[in-house]
C-alpha cells in the first residue's frame, strides 16, 4: 500500500503554515480588485502603507496615495503591463510615511475574472529599504573610490612637481620622491585601516599634506588633540580635497603660492575647528562647476559627519575654507 505523505507539518494547517512562513519573511499580502479599484490586504502590507485599523477591504486611491510621485507614473505602468499582457507584476517603488521613506517591492499575478469577483491582481510586498540603502552606499563608496583614485593622480603629479622644483639633483629627486611616496601610502593606511588607532591631528595633518609642507608650501598652526575615527577620516579627505583643489586650480599651482592652515580645539566652547586660506601670487579664477564631487565631498561629508557646519569662498588669491564641529563630537 502507497503511504501518503501530508504535503504540510500536520501541527499546522496549510493556511497557518503558510501565514506563518510569511510572516517571518517580513511580506505582506494583497488581492487587488480592478474593477471596483479595493484591495483586501494582511497586518503586514498595512503596515507597511501605514494604514491603521483591522480594515481588511482598502480603497487603492487612498494607499497609492502615500507613493513617492515620481514612482506612480512607473507603478500604474507596470500594472497596465500585467493586466494588458498577463505576465507577471513587477514594480519597486517608494512609499513616504511622514519623514519616512520605505521602498517596496511588489510582485503579482493576474487572476481572471469569474461571476463573484471582478479582475484582481495578486500579489505579496516587502520592504527592501535595507537593501536599496546599501546599494547607495555602494555606489556613493564606488565614486568615491573612483574620484579618489583620479585626485590620488593628481596628488602624485603635484608632488612630482613640487619635488622636481626643489631637488637640485636626481638622487635629492629620487630620495624626496620615496620619501613623500611613503608618507602617501601612510595616509591611505590610515584611511583603511581597522586596528583601532586613534592618530593625532598634527600625525593625520603631516601624512595627508607632507608634501607641501615640506616644501615650504603649508604653514600650519595645530592643536595637539586626538581625533576618533570617523572624524579622522573625514578629516584626512577634507584635507586631501583642499590640497587637491589647491595643486589644480589654487595656490599650489603656481611656484610662489602658499597656503595657512590653523586647526582650532577649544574645550571651553565646545568647537573643533578646519581654517584653510590660500595666498596665489597671481589672481584665481575659481573653476567652472567647483561643486563636483571634490566639492560634495567636502560639504556633504564634513555635514553628515557630526553635523559639522563647512563654508567656501573663492577669492582673487584662492579658496577660503572652513568647517566647524562639537570638539567632544570629533575627540575619542
Known amino acids: 500500500m502507497t503511504k501518503i505523505v501530508s504535503s504540510h507539518p500536520p501541527v499546522l494547517s496549510e493556511v497557518a503554515w503558510l501565514t506563518s512562513a510569511l510572516q517571518a519573511a517580513g511580506v505582506g499580502v494583497w488581492v487587488w480588485n480592478l474593477d471596483d479599484n479595493t484591495i483586501f490586504a494582511d497586518e503586514k502590507w498595512r503596515d507597511l502603507f501605514a494604514i491603521e485599523g483591522e480594515v481588511i477591504a482598502v480603497n487603492a486611491e487612498n494607499a497609492f496615495a502615500h507613493v513617492h510621485p515620481d514612482d506612480r507614473f512607473a507603478l500604474q505602468a507596470a500594472v497596465d503591463t500585467a493586466v494588458r499582457t498577463e505576465a507577471p507584476f513587477l514594480a519597486e517603488f517608494r512609499v513616504m510615511i511622514g519623514d519616512e521613506t520605505r521602498w517596496i517591492e511588489s510582485r503579482g499575478d493576474i487572476i481572471a475574472a469569474t461571476t463573484d469577483y471582478g479582475l484582481c491582481l495578486a500579489g505579496v510586498n516587502s520592504d527592501i529599504t535595507p537593501k536599496k540603502n546599501m546599494q547607495k552606499q555602494l555606489e556613493y563608496v564606488a565614486s568615491e573610490m573612483a574620484h579618489r583614485m583620479k585626485n590620488m593622480m593628481s596628488l602624485v603629479g603635484g608632488i612630482l612637481r613640487m619635488t622636481a622644483r626643489t631637488s637640485p639633483t636626481k638622487e635629492q629627486l629620487t630620495k624626496n620622491l620615496i620619501s613623500r611616496f611613503e608618507a602617501l601610502s601612510a595616509l ?94 597671481n589672481t584665481i579664477v575659481p573653476p567652472d562647476g567647483h561643486i563636483g564631487f571634490g566639492f560634495q565631498v567636502l560639504d556633504k561629508m564634513t555635514r553628515s559627519t557630526f553635523k559639522g557646519a563647512p563654508k567656501f569662498e573663492w577669492r582673487e588669491t584662492g579658496l577660503e575654507y572652513s568647517c566647524l564641529w562639537s570638539l567632544a563630537a570629533m575627540g575619542e
Open 188 to 281: 591611505n593606511d590610515i584611511i583603511l585601516s581597522r586596528d583601532g588607532r586613534t592618530p593625532t591631528v598634527k600625525h593625520l595633518t603631516m601624512a595627508t599634506l607632507h608634501a607641501p609642507i615640506a616644501s615650504g608650501k603649508v604653514n600650519i598652526t595645530l592643536p595637539d588633540f586626538t581625533l576618533n575615527r570617523m572624524a579622522a577620516q573625514t578629516f584626512i579627505l577634507a584635507l586631501n580635497e583642499l590640497a587637491t583643489n589647491a595643486v589644480k586650480y589654487g595656490a599650489l599651482k603656481d611656484d610662489d603660492g602658499h597656503i595657512d592652515l590653523q586647526v582650532k580645539a577649544d574645550a571651553d566652547s565646545d568647537h573643533f575647528e578646519i581654517i584653510w586660506t590660500e595666498h596665489a601670487a
